[in-house]
Nanobody, 128 residues
Framework: QVQLVESGGGLVQPGGSLRLSCAASGATLHYYAIGWFRQAPGKEREGVSC????????AYADSAKGRFTISRDNAKNTVWLQMNSLKPEDTAVYYC?????????????????????RGKGTLVTVSS
């Protein structure tokens, strides 16, 4: 059983940056792909990014490319999502999730994927 706890959310002005953290316990993340998805009020869940456990291959939603960077440290059982140039439309609850269904590789689609484990989320608000 993997427990995931997100942190680092908050209020930031447009153009600002935040770094989200996802700390895992209960099991090593070494064999899990880790993803981030978000959900804004009244909107469908959107996959944001994923990083594989094997070679660190990353994937990003078009909305995140060039602005967000996902990284991980298996020794620390932690994954980060660095978010730069934030926009009001990035406002959402951000969740990290873990999955081993693809032998540590990211799932073929980040949207609406049924991850094995997920955290409770951290709220990101981008507003002036």
């Amino acid at each position: 059983q993997v427990q995931l706890v997100e942190s680092g959310g908050g209020l930031v002005q447009p153009g600002g940056s935040l770094r989200l953290s996802c700390a895992a316990s209960g099991a090593t993340l070494h064999y899990y792909a880790i993803g981030w998805f978000r959900q804004a009020p009244g909107k469908e869940r959107e996959g944001v990014s994923c990083i594989s456990s094997s070679d660190g291959t990353t994937a990003y939603a078009d909305s995140a490319k060039g602005r967000f960077t996902i990284s991980r440290d298996n020794a620390k059982n932690t994954v980060w999502l660095q978010m730069n140039s934030l926009k009001p439309e990035d406002t959402a609850v951000y969740y990290c999730a873990a999955d081993a269904s693809y032998a540590g590789d990211c799932p073929p689609s980040l949207d609406s994927y049924a991850w094995d484990y997920r955290g409770k989320g951290t709220l990101v608000t981008v507003s002036s």
